[in-house]
């Protein structure tokens, strides 16, 4: 007899993701394959994708093309899904292509928001589940239809009563949403002009639900007694990704109510591996020996590699490095005088929201290339700091 409903929470897959040039959709189509792999392994009822399952608003065919065979294979299988829009999503998209389309195969998807009496609470065989797509300022305060008085009113307290009004009546089950939590950690590779502060919503606003399935950071994470995050399912940008653990969640739902949930996350490696190496000329120019241990390390490295050399301009260095086969990025820096090589301090959320630009311009590859330019508007930035503070 059965006792409990099993869900499995992913999120974040990013389908159509390139990085420095590389498509990454073959990584991502490998990781959904164990999904579907855990989904019938851990004869999991439902399936939860807490937003960002593409990459771009204007996906590829190839993209378009897995997102709808997984859910398909879903269906197949007699297993239910549900889905909402992130922050990467094309909302329009989801609500007038795959949600006419997969709708039709029992598929549940959500690209704007809804109200509670407008089918924004969705009852599955008497599993309550709220879903709340990823909404910017702007929409959080036209959708919330906030007077003028109220329109400086913090994105958190918007959030906050929108996740009541879903409850008003009585408390969903499960929350399917993407936001950002304050206090979580980052995965790597979120859009930073999304985790501002402004943009975070405190614990403390977070509903009673039994489980609140959520979206939009890359690293597993409970944020809550009843709120986690599942992480990307490959490691998608150099920096913070390349440490931060991820996964999916399977999560118990006794049908007795009073009983609570039981959540087990599940880390997996999936993806090729990402790594920054950080290189001193001096280093290579002390012997071949040690020259040939720092390429050779660099060369047998499984994943995708990004290398930052410090010290003067080393044409012939440079384009050894650019030669190997998984080196994404060849980035120089200034190496300070009695810094020992150390890494330079993390770049700010102006330098990465720069580089996001870039990128989505189509402007990294160009001339002169990006890394340089964000290179120099850190430089920029760094004098403008320092002229305020001698100022100060």
Known sequence: ??????????????????????????????ALEEVLRLVRSERVDLVLVSGDLMDHPQPSTEAEALLVEFFLRLAEAKVSAMA???????????????????????????????????GGVVDRGGLRVALVPF??????AKTLELPPEERHLAYAEGMRRLLAHLAQEGTPDVYLAHF???????????????????YAVPPGALPGA???????????????????????LIPLDFGASERAERGVVLVELPLDRHLPARVHPMPTNWGKPLRTFRVRVSQVQESPGERARILGEIEAFPGWARVVVQGPMHLE???TLKEMERVLEVAWEEE??????????????????YRQ????????????????????????????????????
């Open 84 to 118: 909402i829009a992130g922050n990467h999503d094309s909302g329009e998209r989801m609500e007038r292509v795959y949600r006419q389309l997969l709708g039709r195969f029992g598929v549940e998807l959500r690209g704007q928001l809804a109200f509670a009496h407008e």
């Open 210 to 232: 039994r489980y609140i399935a959520l979206g939009h950071l890359h690293a597993l994470q409970q944020v809550a007694e009843n709120a986690w995050y599942p992480g990307s």
């Open 336 to 353: 300070r005088e009695g810094d020992g090589g150390e890494a330079h301090p993390p770049p700010s959320a102006l330098e990465e929201a």
């Open 317 to 319: 260095l440079r384009d």
């Open 135 to 140: 909404l910017s300022e702007r929409r959080l």
């Open 357 to 392: 630009y870039l990128m989505e311009a189509g402007r990294w590859e160009g001339d002169p290339p990006g890394e340089e330019l964000v290179h120099s508007f850190a430089k920029l930035r760094q004098e403008v700091e320092e002229h305020e503070a001698g100022e100060d």
């Open 1 to 30: 007899m059965k006792t409990s409903l099993r869900l499995l929470h992913t999120a974040d897959w990013h389908l159509g993701k390139t990085l420095k040039g590389v498509d990454r959709t073959p990584e991502v189509a490998s």
């Open 180 to 198: 950002t939590v304050a206090g979580a950690r980052v995965g790597g590779g979120e859009y930073v002009l999304h985790l501002a502060e402004h």
